[in-house]
């Protein structure tokens, strides 16, 4: 692939996505569940034509998310609509292809889809987000459930917006909605939003014919070699609530919680069903070796793969072709770009590569991608989805032509 398509490159393997979103089914096979896959972890169109065959729909956050949808050739009418800013034309865009409900973020954001649904003569299904104020120890750039977060409604006025919700002429209230943070690597925070919030969704069903409760995403996954690949033992010496996440566990303690109020389970899975199933291919340029310490430098860099300049995000980086006659070495390993932040590992050892050989940065199928940048005029990087012995090309790297598609020298500069 590299040969064929150059570096970096991002490959996702197919297969691996499709064992992730079964893997997910049958650990939460007790519910009536209903997966709408978080596209802002990877939105390119044969990843959504892939998730669809699957049988799921989306979670959305823009109208470009929507078209995206349509762009796949799949279906907006089993997606879900969320985000704190939702604007009057992508109310009305979602509206207009049938979305399936909104998850309002505000008593404001509420008055306006109503107007909206209102001038299109219809109504729009609705779940208010309740932000129930848990603790989701992850990183803070990736915690939403905390009442200082921008998301949702506290719980303590939430029956008030509901009671307000009822009383719009154009909005039908259809359910509830919760999502306390990403990348949880323990079940506990789930467990206490879950608890929090079901005894609120069973006393709002005495009011209102609720069809569903969504529950968010924010599953998270194993970014080190290390942990994946602890013994029975190592499992074992951790509390059951501190063990690392997996979606049986989750499902063994979410299912019994869930199950008694009889609705339809919404799950919003975005890093779990790709972030393990993708790798960035890059090539080495230089091994430097600096006074202190070794510099490897590869060919992608901070605007191919912004999760560690940007949440000191851990990737495995494995040499693709391994060598164990030859020595460990250790290095920063750093991208071209100008500014030290652009360095995906200090100090770590890795066996010594050298120039045109290629590395894989591992778990690179979430937030990667989609997160890319043309900073330093560096195009975006090319995808390839494989399955079993096929590959494909599923988007091109970004050319130069591309980038300055857009771009005019004004008349008064001429
Ligand atoms: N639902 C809602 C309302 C969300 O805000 C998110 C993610 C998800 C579902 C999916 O969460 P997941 O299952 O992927 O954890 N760029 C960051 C992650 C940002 C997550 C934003 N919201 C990173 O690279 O770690």
Redesign the pocket.
Known sequence: MAALYGTPTYVYSATTITENVTRLQKSLAGLDLKICY?M??NSSLALLRLVANLGSGY?LVSGGEIRRVLAAGADVKSSVF?GVGKTEAEIEFALKNEVFAFHVESEPELARINHVAGRLGVKASIAIRINPDVDAQTHAK?T?GKSDNKFGIPMRVAAAAYEAAAKLPHIKVAGVQM?IG??LTSVGPFREAVEKVVPFVAKLQENHALEYFSI????GIIYEDALASGSKDWWDAFPEDERPLTPESYGAVLTPLLQPLGLKILL?????LVGNAGVLLSRVEYLKRGANKNFLVIDSAMNDLV?PAM?G?YHEIVPLERDTSRPAMTADVVGPICETGDCFAKDREIQTVGERELVAFMSAG??AFA?ASRYNTRGRPAEVLVRGSTFELINRRETFEDQIAGEQIPAFLT
Not at 216 to 219: C, R
């Open positions: 978080a802002k972890a979670d969320a990736i939403t999502h990403s990348q968010g995403g924010g599953i919003e899975p975005g890093r779990f999760r949440y995000g979430a937030y997160m």
